[in-house]
């Protein structure tokens, strides 16, 4: 039997934000009498921007004033040019299409389809280590002149993290109900669950090193975590008391909250504290779900790749997409109030992710570009990883 929804019943009083600071200052030097640059501290901490004066001596000549300078961007900018930064592993360099190309091809042909596993974008810019919105940040600076507080306060970073892990572009937009709980432990760790089934993470979302997704610890017995689905309140719950600690803090949409009880003290995130976009520095799903098979692609050759994958069919033409139709059996399960739900959610979901396996292998025998085959790969190793660890929950259910 799957773990019911709590009853509803009153609300937990909300704690109050802690708040806590790390700005850092980072300021271009005088030139030819130019000004200095705004400087901007993102992460962990906390983030704000401040004004730099700075100026040095130049000629003594008269000058036009300059347009005030433009801020730099938040993360790290790619060298302008053909290609990015070769994917890990890689032992194509250079060509006519930059690192990780096949030099029989340079132009990208990847597509996606289907709710639930949409295809992955290169960006021009380096995501932020945690981002921030400004109006987050702003209350972080006033709290920080007002209290005075540790800039590695957890419950600050725990904060951040949930709100950047449900901001408008983590999720798919076929992902239903969607959403993502975030607690702290009375020991200071940083656990997060979703509302999806066993260790579904959107190919989007990149989860921080300090933090721990309870559905996919491999340390509590799958038949457990197979109780947790749809529930993600009982997977932190659940996951404190199996690693003998104590959640702190839940924090969550007030509408995440709605009929439960958090286990915790819960923290509201507000809209304005949600960022444009949520992109971290951090993990990939297949390094979250299967570190050790995300290692061994990160140290292939380009070239080697296909030598992860079983033999290609005979047959070469792609299987149908059923994705959609597939993807709406995953999610119906949301709308329904039987307790008993999560064990026909994983059902559904063993099927979707077994198709996308399939998918996923044809599209890497297919590739003809190599940063497409790796990811392609890396979609096959996550999704025959997740298909495994469904079937073992469905297995367990079955025998209680």
């Known amino acids: 039997m799957m773990a019911p929804a709590a009853a509803h019943g009153p609300a937990v009083p909300e704690t109050p934000a802690a708040h806590v600071s790390n700005v850092t200052h980072s300021g271009g030097g005088g030139g030819q009498g130019g000004g200095g640059g705004v400087g901007t501290g993102l992460g ?132 239903f109900r969607f959403f993502w709980m975030t607690a702290v432990t009375a020991d200071g760790r940083i656990v997060v669950a979703n509302s999806y089934g066993l260790g579904y993470i959107p190919e989007a979302v990149t989860l921080p090193t300090q933090v721990t ?53 819960k923290h509201i995130l507000v809209e304005e504290d949600i960022p444009a976009s949520g992109k971290m520095q951090g993990r990939s799903r297949l390094d979250v779900v299967a570190p050790d098979a995300a290692a061994q692609l990160a140290g292939i050759s380009d070239l080697s790749l296909v030598d992860m994958l079983p033999p290609a069919p005979v047959d070469a033409s792609p299987p149908a997409d059923q994705r959609s139709t597939l993807w709406w059996e995953v999610m119906k399960h949301l709308m329904s109030s039987d307790t008993d739900r999560g064990v026909a959610h994983l059902q559904a979901f063993a099927a979707y992710s077994n198709h996308c396996q399939g998918l996923a292998l044809h599209a890497a025998h297919t590739a003809v570009h190599a940063v497409e085959q790796r990811d392609a790969v890396a979609n096959w190793l996550y999704w025959q990883h997740i298909t495994s660890l469904l079937n073992s929950a469905l297995v367990g259910a079955s025998q209680r």
Not at 249 to 263: A, M, R, S
Request: glycine share 16%; proline share 13%.
């Open 44 to 175: 962990g901490g906390g983030m704000a921007a401040s004004p730099v004066m700075s100026g040095s001596g130049g000629t003594a000549s008269p000058m036009p004033l300059l347009p005030p300078p433009t801020p730099p961007p938040a993360g790290p900018v790619q060298p302008p040019g053909g290609g990015g930064q070769g994917a890990p592993g890689s032992a194509t360099q250079g060509g006519p299409g930059g690192p990780g190309v096949h030099p029989a091809s340079t132009n990208s042909t990847s597509g996606s389809g289907g709710g639930g596993s949409g295809g992955s974008s290169q960006s021009d810019v380096a995501p932020a280590p945690i981002p921030v919105s400004a109006a987050r940040a702003h209350k972080d600076v006033v709290a920080d002149a007002t209290n005075r507080q540790s800039a590695t306060d957890q419950l600050r970073v725990a904060y951040r993290i949930a709100a950047a892990l449900n901001a408008a572009d983590m999720a798919n937009p076929a992902d």
């Open 213 to 265: 997704m309870a559905s996919a610890d491999d340390s509590v017995p799958v038949e457990q975590r197979a109780r947790w689905a749809t529930y993600p309140h009982l997977a932190l719950q659940d996951w404190a008391v199996h690693h003998d600690t104590t959640l702190r803090i839940v924090i969550g949409k007030e509408e995440h909250f709605e009929g439960i009880d958090p286990g915790a003290p």
